[in-house]
């Protein structure tokens, strides 16, 4: 089921409109799970990082045993193609995806020579100033040894989904993950990052959840604007004691959060500045690289 509407879909080398029917039922994908994606944004006719986001749905191919099948400078140039059927102020969800074909010796592997490809665009809209409440929830990040965390892969969102949805049952946003060893890993859809006395901090990328693209561009803003990131390991009491909260994610870039349990913030001038310096890159000649 989509998320978003006026959806475009580029399949078999070329674009077309609408939902279109991409997976075999005898495709690897479809029952054994090899699929990976990445997800970058439209807004105002600017595409932050977009060619960080194809390098990396490449990369995550290849850590699930995938081919990849269109190197970097086509797959920007071919999103370009599938955006220019859009209005210029329309914010869109930029998706490319690879599958697994054919099973490999035993059927569990994908056989690496046969991969599918497929890009869907779609008219999601974008709020500039997006909110969210957090809790806890029971379950955790997995760790390289039980789980391909190196990816952004397809087959790890089920445990996000039911962080998701037990947050939601306690009337909640959003879920705050811990890692294996019950530190703060990330919510249920995004990094996290907290602001006490003026600190920035935000978890060590300790291999249990994807650092992402987006909280990498935040880290060096800051740095730049000579405010350095901190990274560290964060208890859920650090978050209770943090001045702010915010999440950096894909789909909102910056969203702040109000709540985490009975512990209210408000959204402060770190979050606000975060915001501001993404955007102006995201307008200057090296966002637009």
């Known amino acids: 089921m989509a998320v978003g509407t006026d959806i475009r879909t580029y399949f ?7 939902d279109v029917p991409v997976m075999r039922a005898a495709d690897h994908g479809a029952w054994l799970g090899s699929s990976v994606f990445d997800g970058a944004r439209a807004v105002n006719g600017l595409t932050p990082d977009l060619r960080a986001h194809c390098e990396r ?7 699930l045993m995938l081919t990849p099948t269109v ?12 955006l220019a059927a859009y209005p210029d102020d329309a914010a869109v969800y930029i998706r490319p995806m690879y599958w697994g074909i054919d099973g490999g010796p035993g059927a569990i592997a994908p056989a690496a ?18 909110t969210t409440t957090l ?7 997995p760790v390289l040894e039980s789980a391909v965390v190196n990816a952004k892969a397809g087959c790890l969102y089920p445990n996000n989904a039911r962080m998701l949805r037990e947050a ?22 995004a990094n996290v990052f907290i602001v006490k006395d003026g600190t920035v901090m935000t978890p060590i990328a300790n291999g249990t959840f994807l650092a992402g693209i987006t909280r990498a561009r ?14 560290t390991v964060l208890s859920f009491d650090d978050v209770r004691d943090a001045d702010e909260v915010f ?16 512990r209210h913030y408000q959204v402060g001038p770190v979050t606000k500045r975060v915001r501001e310096m993404y955007w102006d890159w995201a307008a200057s000649a090296d966002g637009a690289a």
Request: proline share 2%; glycine share 8%.
């Open 12 to 18: 078999n080398g070329e674009w077309h409109d609408g």
């Open 57 to 63: 749905v490449n990369r995550s191919a290849r850590a």
């Open 71 to 82: 190197d970097t400078d086509a797959m920007v140039s071919l999103i370009h193609e599938g």
């Open 113 to 130: 020579e046969t991969t599918g490809f497929a890009v869907c665009l779609e008219a999601i809209p974008f709020t500039a100033e997006a």
């Open 135 to 141: 809790t806890t929830t029971q379950f955790r990040r």
């Open 168 to 189: 939601q049952s306690k009337g909640f946003g959003n879920a705050l993950a811990a890692d294996a060893m019950g530190n703060v890993a990330e919510s249920a859809t």
């Open 218 to 231: 935040h880290m060096a803003n800051l740095a730049a604007d000579g405010t350095p990131v901190v990274e």
């Open 247 to 262: 999440l950096s994610g894909n789909m909102s870039k910056v969203q702040a959060v109000t709540a985490f349990d009975d």
